[in-house]
């Protein structure tokens, strides 16, 4: 007989998405339905693994992973669509608040019934109750109806319950999460206990504190298949990882004013590619349409690339329009004028503008980019690429022109300024582009560029309680200006000042300032605890730290910069707002 509890191979679940709940009733009624009225999502796919008695075995990664749908053929309450699931023992399945207790019936009577219908004998279940009253601490609310539970007493009570009788699998699906701190220890002390005695603990958690804590073993799933499996510690290292990079593609993605879809796609373009767009000078779409016929990306003056609704012709180059009717502008060609033509206009896309792709073969030649247009009548479109972090103009496309026009663009590796003896990892990155409302200042300087930068050096929108940063801030000073001010400040969403970084207060003096330059400011340990903040910068002509009203600025973003800040790494407990470090010392008395 095989000592595994558990076994999967090649295991699969595919579900049908109807387009109607009409199709879907068919189908549950057994009658043929259209393969055309239904796509399939595969929740998980090719997934092996096997599971000892006795084991503790994590089961993480993020919402739609395909772990609860796991857990529901483990527990035989869903079939694979393929491959075989073997599991030997009795399964005892804690997977959602809400199910298994009647809301009218008090706590004790819920328990007692569930505790008949495990097959428990009558006479041991008194004791049983007791032993769960004890357990669950909820007093004179053990005799209330459970529809008056908060989620954190009902996980209690179902927790307590499911664990009365050795299960010989136990599935815990997230929750716990409805408890407090210490419930949980409670919980992972009890079932540290069931696995002494030979039962196995599929548990599924968000927090990778109590992974570490309960488990000797993880399962990182994604996407439906199994990433990773092994240590607790090291495959939570590389999940936490992998969050922290979504929630930096996510940020990226919003300043770019694209789907993470599209921002991951343009990952790793590079210098040999960019993102464009048109827009229109009142930062959306126009009324009327703005109307193109082709695009031309030339190297040295040869065309390496022409695209057109009627196709695409490339040497060593490509190109695509970001076609989203959900969130983009774009609609599908047209014709208009006589020629066959995408029309760019308020068509109710959510970010406004009309993007495309391009990518190209690395090269010292003179690049150049034209595009064949016929103007909207109602305001001017600007053409835009995407670079250090915001859109920057290339042309204008005026309004009411007549027929069709080409405007001509000469493109460089990048179109903006980088510092002297920076290099493009360096480059401070703004995170989004700003409106008028967002910055104002005198402008005899202004802050071309901004970014926070991890130990590692690389530019982030995330960063770890704890860790060294790095704020870069970029300037354009078009004069001469005498010892400007620079301040980076950090609120809490509810607008409370967390800290800010002032160069005056620190003794920093920058003497004559003119030109293009880069402005850092070095933290040796980031004491902000985790949560949600937004940064202003700013460049101040004079700042008297005795006055309390805001002096006049060069330049100020103010709260432009979504900043997230990560707990340090196995750290579940919470440290408040500011992560302090403190020296401690015992001394005994004589």
Known sequence: MSEFVIEAKGLAKAYRRFRSPGWRALDALGLPVSRNRYDVLWA?????????????????????????????????????????????????????????????????????????????????????????????????????????????????????????????????????GAGDAYFMGKSIQRMRQLTDNGATVLFVSHDMS?????????LWIDGGHVLMDGDPLAVGKAYLARVREEDELRLRARAMSLTKGQARALQGLGEAGGLFRLVS??????????????????????????????????TNASAELLI????????????????????????????????????????????????????????????????DGEYRTLATLPAGEEGWKTVHIVLSARCGVQPEGTSSEEAAEPLQALSPDERYGSGEVKITGFAFIDVDGRRRHTLVSGDAVQAVLEFDAGTEVFEPVAVVAIYRPDGTCATQLISSRDGIRF???????R????????????????????????????????????????????????????????????????????RYQA
């Open 324 to 387: 989203d009717p959900l969130h983009m502008n774009w609609r599908s060609p047209q014709n208009q004028a006589g020629c066959r033509a995408w029309p760019f206009g308020d068509f109710g896309g959510s970010y406004g503008h009309a993007p495309w792709q391009m990518s190209w073969s690395p090269s010292n030649a003179e690049l150049s980019l034209e595009l064949d247009y016929c103007s909207s009548p109602s305001t001017d479109v600007l053409v835009q690429r995407y670079e």
């Open 44 to 176: 998980l796919r090719g997934v092996d693994f096997t599971v000892a008695k006795g084991e503790r075995i994590g089961l993480i990664g993020r919402n739609g992973a395909g772990k609860s749908t796991l857990l529901r053929m483990i527990a035989g309450q869903a079939a694979p669509s393929e491959g075989v699931l073997q599991v030997r023992g009795n399964v005892q399945a804690l997977m959602e608040l809400g199910t298994g207790f009647h809301p009218d019936f008090s706590g004790i009577d819920n328990a007692r019934t569930a505790l008949s219908l495990q097959g428990m004998p009558t006479q041991e279940i008194p004791a049983c109750i007791e032993e769960i009253i004890d357990f669950t601490e909820l007093d004179d609310f053990i005799h209330r109806p459970v529809r008056e539970y908060s989620a954190g007493m009902y996980a209690r009570l179902a927790f307590a319950v499911a664990t009365s009788i050795s299960p010989e699998v136990l599935i815990i699906d997230e929750i716990l």
């Open 210 to 218: 109590s992974v570490q804590l309960l488990c000797d073993r993880a």
């Open 519 to 586: 402005i850092s400011v070095d933290v040796e340990r980031l004491h902000l605890g985790p949560g949600d903040y937004i940064a202003s910068v700013a460049l101040f002509r004079e700042l008297n730290l005795a006055v309390g009203h805001e002096p006049p600025a060069y330049d100020l973003h103010d709260r432009c910069y979504p900043l997230k800040i990560l707990p340090p790494a196995g750290i579940a407990v919470s440290i408040g707002f500011v992560n302090q470090p403190a020296c401690w010392a015992i």
């Open 281 to 314: 000078a009142q930062d959306g779409a126009p009324a009327k349409p703005c109307w193109l016929a082709g695009l031309r990306l030339q190297q040295a003056g040869e065309v390496v690339l022409d695209l057109t609704p009627a196709g695409i012709k490339s």
């Open 511 to 517: 003497g004559s300032v003119q030109g293009r330059g």
